[in-house]
């Protein structure tokens, strides 16, 4: 296992991430008057990201497998007050994700007029293959700034998982002040709250 502290995340949309031609940003109500008014439906593969619609990219079985065995994992530890939702969105100042998992406070019915916002949420985790610079890069900065605790990696190029603590929350250079990297062999500390639950082996996250 391998620790390191992020100091210096560079700016929150690199130029790798916006079009050279100018863009028209959205706020999250335009957002989501778009969805009411049908203008986006279920069946557009995009999520809001600091303002911009990012098309998600498509899933392959290992992506699914993984997926599937972290809900699996995760559900195992969790207590009553806490359950696992996945690819559903969460609410940030300029963005709506759409993480593959989330651990969420209280009963699903606390969510049916309003999407989780950060105070509501525990861990995010996203899987990532095709996905990893942006869940390492934008994503981890919109999560930071907006304060949620911890943020895993499941990376299925690596075969690690990396875990993100200490959100700076909103800053000049949002990021989260120390990574620490898990390997076959090794496990995960799965924290809610202050409260560590468990250890997951990295062998049950990874197919």
Known sequence: MSTSVLSSPASLVSAAVLPPDTVWRLSVQQYHEMIR??????????????GLLVTKMPKNPAHSTATRMARGVLEQRLPPQWFV??????????S???????VLRGGRERYTARHPGPADVALVVEVA???LKRDRDL????????????????????????QYTLPSGVADSPGYRERRIFRRGE???????DEVLDEVPVSALIP
């Open 187 to 193: 496990s995960v500390p799965l924290a809610v709250g």
């Open 139 to 162: 994503k981890q900065r919109l999560y930071a700034q907006a304060g949620i605790p911890v943020y895993w990696i499941v990376n299925l190029v690596e075969n690690t998982v990396e």
């Open 96 to 102: 709506e994700p759409e993480p593959d998992l989330i």
């Open 85 to 94: 939702d996945s690819q559903e969105p969460i609410t940030l100042e300029a």
């Open 129 to 131: 293959d095709a996905t």
């Open 37 to 50: 008014t049908g203008i986006l439906t279920d069946d557009d593969p995009v999520e809001l990201l600091d």
